[in-house]
């Protein structure tokens, strides 16, 4: 369904989190909600290169493992989650800062396309023709923090949205996981202190697959959840992202993992055993 349609807590097709918050508001939608676990991937706008590949290798280890990938749609960070999720066809969840007709940024009208062409949807708490006024960014993070079974924090300076959807998260009782960064460098800064404040570090894709396994269960599909690698396989490009890794340690791994039988190898296609 792609005609925005205006949803209340009494709907079926209401996410159950949202009535974890004080008010549940009433929501705008264009596309389809799953029940599978949401994790919602942020960070700052800002990002380094860093940032922007390992939040793909997330939105693409959470999109496989049969999770939706949550986010803001927002330059940066969000951009690269949904990125990594569609992908490789994953379910992903965008929720916006202004009306549900209004994508901003512009240049991410194709990825709103997407999102809502394979399956995902676009959530809004405003209604059609509501302008994407800088205000309106903070009120929807509790939305993102609400419908999502976790948190995961790329990049953030000391300030910024994602630490107010980390504390929102926090609040309702969400796990936040965050990845740690160099002490000097700005994008890294909010990180550290989350870290420091009592969140989870996390290493990389595999590491926050088996971390959310532990949470909020098993992937819904056939995973091989140790390595991120989904049923029907990857390519072996695509590996260096999915890992968070060089290309170098990535063949290491890759080559340790054939003499061990996890994996397989079809020409440039690797398949878990």
Known sequence: MTEPRQIGAESAEYPVGLRDLEEPPSIWLVGELRTA????VVGTRRCTRYGVDLAEAFGAAIGTAGWTTVSGLARGIDTAAHRGCLRLSGHAV???GSGIDHCYPRENKPMYDEIVATGGAIVSEYPPGTPPD??????????IAAISAAIVVVESAATGGALITARLGAEL???VFVVPGDVDRITSEGCNRLIRDGAHPVFGSADLLEELSLIIGPPASATNTAQGIPADGVQIGDLPALWSMSVTETLVKLGRLELEGKVRRLGEHILPN
Do not use: M
């Open 94 to 96: 965008a929720v916006l």
């Open 173 to 175: 009782g969400r796990p």
């Open 37 to 40: 676990p949401g994790v919602a």
């Open 134 to 143: 800088r205000w309106r960014f903070p009120a929807r993070n509790r939305i």
